[in-house]
């Protein structure tokens, strides 16, 4: 069996190894692959991994030796997996790898905007606090997490990870899901609408996944509900956020300040309206990339390449 892995830089820059995936197949690594290359290096392939690669139907319809395709993520909608589905072939993803990590990176982006710890150890480190008159000094209003409001929009794995960190700050607990499941057990927490949540929460994270419904769910209308101290938190899916309605809404003092690990085109246009924006943190999309989360997730690829191997396919998506 031949695979090829379409895009293996981002999953392993050189701190893991594929030696796993090679014991069971024959495997050939593309570091990257641009839309253009997909078929030509995909030829005579019985199984692709991909990440962020898109495979197309029309792609799909070129690769008659295809049998499998694997997407290193969670989320799945750069494969059309109806055509694969047609073709009977099975879809994989990997449903939890980046649990803990995600929801950790969420804080280390939250605290940062209540902090800006950054910007405080630059000034210092440029001789600020030598100069200073005083003992002390900061350089924007400091905030404090307990006592506030966390509304969690998508409370799956990863929303019910942070509603847990959130908890030990002794926050309260807004959670907005389609579909609600069981209730975690937290000191203050409550199901609420998304509008709801919007209009009361200091702080919005966002833990939902990307499909046509939630595509661009903040906006201009929604921004204008939340509170103008409040912070909007983004490590989930970029597209679910209108970049030039938050943009403007930052810019207008319509909220307090946003933090994104993710935006709706990677990497960004360099006139990408949030890159300017005021009191807007953006960082490269790497909330799910420690080494653990990569390693769980390399785990997990190799684990669903084998099952279907032996005829027991796991993860699959598109059943």
């Known amino acids: ?57 029309e792609s799909i319809a070129q690769l008659p030796s295809l049998r499998y395709v694997g997407v290193m993520a969670t989320g799945y909608n750069i494969v059309d997996v109806q055509a694969a589905k047609e073709r009977k072939i099975p879809v994989t993803n990997i449903p939890t790898y980046g649990t803990a990590s995600v929801a950790q990176f969420a804080f280390a982006l939250l605290l ?43 409370f799956g794995r990863i929303g019910r990870q942070v509603a847990k960190i959130a908890d030990a700050f002794g926050m309260d607990i807004l959670a907005f899901d389609s579909f609600q499941g069981e209730p975690p057990t ?6 609420v609408s998304l509008e709801e949540l919007l209009q009361k929460a200091d702080v919005v994270t966002l833990h939902c996944p990307l499909f046509p419904d939630t595509e661009g769910m903040i906006n201009t209308e929604r921004l204008r509900l939340m509170k103008p101290t409040a912070f909007l938190i983004n490590s989930s899916r970029g597209p679910l956020v209108r970049d030039q309605d938050l943009a403007n809404a930052l810019n207008a003092g319509v909220i307090a300040g946003a933090a994104l690990d993710v935006l709706s085109i ?14 807007c943190l953006i960082t490269p ?35």
């Open 186 to 191: 937290l000191n203050h927490f409550s199901w």
């Open 1 to 57: 069996m031949n695979l090829v892995v379409l895009d293996g830089y981002a999953l392993n820059p050189g701190d893991l190894s594929w030696q796993p995936l090679e014991k069971i197949v024959n495997v050939k690594v593309y570091d990257r692959t641009s839309s253009d290359l997909v078929v030509e290096r995909s030829q005579g392939a019985d199984l692709i991994l991909t990440n962020k690669t898109p495979l197309t139907a």
């Open 266 to 279: 990677e990497p960004p246009r360099a006139n990408n309206p949030l890159l300017s924006a005021k009191n």
């Open 112 to 154: 940062e905007l209540c902090h800006n710890v950054r910007v405080h150890s630059d000034a210092v480190r440029s001789g600020a606090w030598s100069r200073s008159a005083d003992w002390c000094f900061w350089l924007s209003p400091l905030k404090e997490l307990a006592g506030k409001v966390m509304g969690i929009v998508g």
């Open 285 to 319: 999309h790497i909330a799910w990339a420690t080494l653990e989360a990569r390693s769980r997730l390399m785990d997990v690829a190799v684990s669903n390449v084998d099952a279907f191997l032996q005829g027991k396919s796991q993860n699959v998506v598109n059943p």
